[in-house]
């Protein structure tokens, strides 16, 4: 058997796991990021956890394969540098050089989207399948995909920022100064905006009961005031519903994947969102007669996506000789 | 040298040449499709015309290692089959099994703007570039996408319908039965539309003075009136490139390619189209600090695309040995 380290990097917490071949995590830890502090001290640490979870494991360096981390941001693979990361002081920063001088073993580095993506294919809701698309709804809109089991980043391994393509022409702000994206109208953040909308639009609804009980507006509001038979709450449902189908339906037409994995927070609401959500997307993309379908499925990986699908790209870099000369 | 047979199927007219392995078209001839004839007849004119046009460079079957087929639609190049076409009589026709019956060569199938894609890659504005994205601006929006030199179509072989994603979330009307699509705002038929309302908004606008002389309204009317000074066709044409650049900055944030090919007719009004075009995409994909930029690029290949396409398509099949074992 085969053993690769994950690394899951985040803003807050860095996270660390063994995963064996078949995509099975056998353990992680996890330490604090703490963001501030200059990138070659948080990369050491990146390091040292993988030393400790290897021995928490009870293996030895040499029952790894290889190390894969996951990243906010740009890498480059190649270089072993991550280019730079949204609130992360990393520029160009030699991750694969510092982490080598901890531990020396293959390193890789890949988006963090991607890995969660990477994890839906090898272990998850995709396994099994060779291209695949994963949208995690959460902050913002986070796309990762798979084509022929391996990530598709583009050639500066920047993408896919499916996120990132405008959905309504001349809308909503966006965090990347673009108007209208699909993130400004699907992420977590996008349906507390409208539900706030509905909330001051129909000041009877039972939106600002629920808003008052919990003390704020978060993306549970709507559903709650819906199982209160709110006439304003279905409408905000339906109108964020409406436009994340728009955005998974132009994702399938853009990629016609086997399967569209959709994750987040947001999806353990259920049936009252799934349904409506499945119905209008599925009635949308251009199937010619008799062309095979797309099928949407829900993330299976849920908070080990990170760890188990950095580990996951690991392994594939290294089964490809992806050895990365600049190292 | 390698020579391979390219087929260019269209709704008028059926197009073959021998091309050979660098892209190199030696010769080409072409018949009426004649549509309207079962599938069967047009097929074997396929066939014919492949074995005329060998003949015609002087060559032997002998001498070609394959046939590559771009068609409208969505084929399934495993099995050999033309699953259906808009506007032509095909429902899973065996268009291999047909083909060889003719002349017994290695038969692959894609679709035409894949094709065109595949032409610009090997032997145009993307050559020698491993990911690209050539987008075809006519009566619709037609989208290829080269990854790691060979076309992607997704699983089903349905892909990429990147003119059909929404770009004007409960836009206009496209023909795909969707609101709003990027087809409807950024092909040339779109431009007439704007043309048309901008004519219709602005009476005394010179617009109306083109479109009497010309007797229509077509994609070149706005930039006739621009050149004699017209407000109300410079405002045409801000709001076309305006929806024409989002929709690429799209296609930029979803596959990052190196190189955005762009092609079409309209590419064909140079400067006044391409410099605001050029200025606004580039301002608005999402590329970190120090992340390499894609490159936009004006098509190349005109109206040989299909053939030479089709051709390098094949040799792109027959070299990875896509021999199709329903064959």
């Known amino acids: 058997m ?6 899951d990097l985040g803003g807050t917490n860095i996270k660390a796991g063994i995963v064996d071949d078949q995509g099975k995590m056998l353990n992680k830890s996890s330490i604090k990021t703490n963001a501030d502090r200059p990138c070659e001290d948080i990369i050491k640490d990146m390091g040292n956890l993988a030393v400790q979870v290897i021995a928490e494991a009870g293996l030895k360096k040499e029952d790894i394969s290889a190390i894969g981390i996951g990243s906010p941001g740009t890498p480059d693979n190649e270089a072993g540098l991550l280019v730079y ?18 531990i020396d073993l293959p390193v890789y580095i890949d988006n963090d989207a ?16 060779k291209d695949s698309v994963t949208i995690t709804l959460g902050t913002g809109v986070g796309a990762g995909v798979i084509i022929n089991g ?27 100064g673009r108007k209208g994206c699909f993130e400004a109208y699907a992420s977590a953040s996008a349906l507390v905006r ?34 209160m038979g709110d006439k304003a709450a279905d409408e905000v449902i339906d109108k964020y519903t409406d436009y994340l189908a728009d955005g998974l339906a132009n994702a399938i037409n853009t990629f ?11 999806c353990n609401e259920g049936d009252p969102l ?15 007669p008799g062309v095979k379908k797309t099928r949407i499925a829900l993330a299976q990986m849920g908070n080990d996506a990170g760890i188990v699908g950095a580990a996951m790209m690991g392994m594939n870099c290294f ?6 000369t600049a190292c």
């Open 319 to 324: 089964d490809k000789n992806l050895d990365g």
């Open 256 to 266: 016609m994947p086997e399967v569209l994995v959709v994750g987040g927070g947001i």
């Open 114 to 129: 991607n890995c969660a993506a990477m994890a839906e294919a090898v272990a998850g809701a995709a396994k099994g399948v």
């Open 2 to 7: 085969a053993y690769y380290v994950g690394i």
């Open 85 to 102: 990361a949204k609130n992360l002081p990393f520029v160009n920063a030699p991750m694969r050089k510092i982490i080598r001088e901890v």
């Open 274 to 288: 799934l349904v409506p959500l499945q119905e209008k997307t599925m009635s949308r993309p251009f199937f010619g």
């Open 194 to 227: 409208i539900t706030k909308e509905a909330a001051e639009a129909n000041p009877d609804s039972k939106l600002n009961d629920v808003i008052k009980d919990l003390g704020k507006v978060n993306g549970k509001v709507a559903f709650i005031a819906q199982r």
């Open 150 to 176: 391996s990530i598709y980043s583009g050639f500066n391994q920047a993408g896919s920022e499916f996120g990132h393509t405008v959905l309504v022409s001349g809308g909503e702000q966006c965090s990347c």
